[in-house]
């Protein structure tokens, strides 16, 4: 039972396969690839698939031609109609056993008298479940019913402009081929596909499948099996040296990193000593520093007083780092930039804000920003060279 299950789901998985754009993909893809093989090493490596076609005679009489294909077709036997089975059968056994690469692909190939061709346009919306939908359109587009013929597709273009598929439909009665399956499976023969021939040219099928998916004998190319397992056991002997030299190599890295940290640690430490010392020193020079490189703010302070006379109010002295801000009440506020600016403490007063009056004193309301000249700057060497000239 789980065997079947098993079956079913193979099956199943391969039918939805065979339904998407992926076989076609990887066909041509591979016939891309295949040239850039050399020839002898293409034909060791990628052998091409055994086969045997079976073509019935296009003048009835119910002989049956087996062409073996290699480099062309060739005619290897004829399998008359009157003929002895048990002869037949030997002579099938015989034909298999005649392929170097395994057991060959039988494929039975109708004549194109025998098969009804088709073009369907569809919509383009229906191309996942196109099977489906093909055999509700049988008995319209044909005098058959879905169940009186087996039938096979294949999408010839795609407008994606107008989202219609151009589909190739092949389908023969079952009558016709159930009689020459039943012929063939008395001399024991399997057949994986049945194919219709192109027109004109009867060595060449068109690679349809007319048998429905419950009867496709699953095929395996064991030239090629091998050759892929073979392949397969080679990656993995690859991707096995490869883990272990990249396991080698994390264990030196993990080994390096290891004695890396623990320098870098070592020097971490000493960084954070030379750091802790450096932050000492300029703890202990800072308030020096910050003397010696701008006035303190009182003697800003004494400086502005200095130089305003008793008409000008002070309202507000602000100083924040090399700015210092003085808000008052004056009769004219130009005068109070010509006073500041006369200080060797400060330089560039300039009114900030808009002038207003106020209502109670009727003085004009101002503020003024100056910078503070620094003691070790290139604005205290100016001052100095000024004071000198």
């Not at 990628?46 to 031609?65: F, S, Y």
């Not at 020193?281 to 200095?306: C, D, G, S, Y």
Request: charged share 25%.
């Amino acid at each position: 039972m789980i065997q079947n299950l098993a079956d079913n789901l193979q099956d199943a998985v391969r039918r939805r396969y065979r339904a998407t754009p992926l076989p076609a993909f990887f066909a041509w893809w591979g016939g891309e690839l295949a040239p850039l093989v050399p020839a002898t090493l293409r034909r060791r490596w990628m052998p091409p698939k055994p086969q045997l076609w079976i073509v019935p005679a296009e003048t009835g009489g119910g002989d049956l031609r087996i062409l073996r294909v290699g480099d062309s077709p060739a005619v290897a036997d004829v399998f008359g109609a009157g003929e002895d089975l048990d002869l037949l059968r030997d002579r099938w056994r015989d034909l298999q056993a005649g392929f170097e690469d395994g057991r060959p692909e039988v494929r039975l190939c109708l004549h194109e008298d025998d098969v009804l061709a088709l073009p369907i346009e569809l919509p383009a919306a229906i191309e996942s479940n196109l099977a489906q939908a093909l055999k509700f359109q049988i008995d319209q587009v044909s005098p058959f019913s879905p169940d009186q013929v087996y039938f096979d597709h294949r999408v010839a273009a795609h407008d994606h402009e107008h989202g219609r598929l151009q589909v190739e439909l092949r389908m023969v009665p079952r009558e016709t081929v159930d009689g020459l399956l039943e012929r063939l499976r008395a001399v024991g023969v399997v057949i994986h596909r049945v194919d219709t021939l192109r027109p004109g040219d009867e060595a060449e099928p068109e690679g349809f499948n007319l048998l429905p998916d419950e009867r496709r004998p699953h095929y395996v190319h064991a030239r090629a099996r091998f050759n892929l397992v073979l392949a397969g056991l080679l990656v993995l002997l690859a991707g096995l040296i490869m883990a272990q030299s990249l396991i080698l190599r994390e264990r030196t890295v993990n080994r390096l990193t290891e004695d890396a940290d623990r320098l870098r640690t070592e020097a971490r430490q000493v960084m954070a000593l030379q750091q802790r010392l450096e932050e000492s020193l300029l703890a202990a020079n800072f308030l020096a520093e910050k003397r010696a490189a701008q006035p303190p703010a009182i003697e800003l302070l004494a400086e502005t007083t200095r130089l305003l006379p008793d008409d000008i109010w002070l309202q507000r002295f602000q100083l924040q780092g090399q700015e210092m801000t003085v808000q008052g009440l004056t009769n004219g506020s130009q005068r109070v930039i010509n006073l500041l600016n006369e200080s060797e403490l400060l330089r560039d007063t300039e009114i900030r804000g808009n002038i207003t009056m106020d209502p109670r004193s009727g003085k004009e309301r101002f503020t003024t920003t100056s910078q503070v000249v620094r003691a070790d700057g290139p604005d205290a060497a100016q001052v100095e060279d000024e004071g000198g000239a």
